[in-house]
């Protein structure tokens, strides 16, 4: 019975819920939208939409997740201190340059698909994941690093049973702010040829099909709930278990 109270579980088999019932729905967007021929997107299933979306996401913050937390740990060592200033500035830039440049940048060299988006993400993605671990890393007490060099461990052993270990809840904030800000960037993916939930979203712009628009937008935005909620419980997880 506790579990049927769980705000995710239900959340998930919404999620489930609209991806399974939305081929059906034709008849309820027509009579919400009566001007439209057709106000129900079916170019693509749902469900390869979403798997196409996940995996554009999944991948970016993949890459991400290697190279914020990789320079991070590096700036905060003795031998790299001296280039914090410089990455920090570097991976600020690239989250200021618009999505949408990136992509006009990338497909002249990369082509259409699904990788110029992937680049996109991963520049938009990399500045909260750097922040939190460079914030995670420098909260750790020094008495915890003056502990673990009084029993005996090696630098890579404080970096991985107490550093990077107290930082996990932080850590995993920016992980958790970045991929929700990609869940809803990735839909801008399907204006180069790249499949996700944005397709419908601008097909449906381009053709004055607000139902279109609806449908793409509601799924990313859930998507985005029960992501968010996903990662609200790991933290937790994390947070109890460094206690």
């Known amino acids: 019975m506790r579990r049927l109270r769980d705000p995710l579980l239900w959340l998930v088999l919404l999620y489930g819920a609209l991806l399974t019932l939305m081929p059906y729905s034709g008849p309820l967007f027509h009579r919400w939208f009566p001007d439209l021929a057709r106000p129900l997107y079916q170019q693509e299933s749902f469900w390869q939409l979403t798997l ?19 320079s991070g740990v ?49 520049l938009y993605g990399l ?45 995993i904030a920016g992980i958790r702010t970045s991929v929700i800000i990609n869940i809803g960037t990735a839909a801008i993916a399907s204006t180069v040829g790249a499949k996700s939930l944005g397709s419908p979203v601008i097909i449906g712009l381009s053709g004055f ?17 029960v992501s968010d909620r996903l990662f609200e419980r790991l933290q937790r997880w994390l947070s109890v278990n460094e206690r």
């Not at 196409?52 to 990789?70: C, D, E, K, P, R």
């Not at 005996?152 to 052993?157: A, H, I, L, N, V």
Request: no cysteine.
């Open 52 to 70: 196409a979306h996940l995996f554009l996401v999944m991948t970016a913050s993949l890459l991400a997740i290697v190279i914020g937390i990789g």
């Open 74 to 122: 590096l700036v905060t060592r003795r031998t790299g201190r001296a280039f914090r200033p410089l990455i920090e500035t570097l991976v600020a830039a690239g989250q200021t340059i618009p999505p949408v440049a990136v992509l006009a940048i990338a497909v002249p060299v990369m082509g259409f698909g699904a990788w110029p988006a992937v680049v996109a993400l991963l």
């Open 127 to 171: 500045l909260p994941i750097l922040q939190g671990t460079l914030a995670g890393i420098d909260s750790v007490p020094a008495s915890s690093r003056e502990i673990a060099i009084g029993v005996g461990m090696s630098g890579w052993q404080r970096l991985w049973q107490i550093e990077l270990a107290l930082a996990a809840p932080v850590i």
């Open 209 to 225: 099909n607000t139902a279109y628009v609806i449908q793409g937008a509601l799924l990313v935005a859930l998507l985005a709930i």
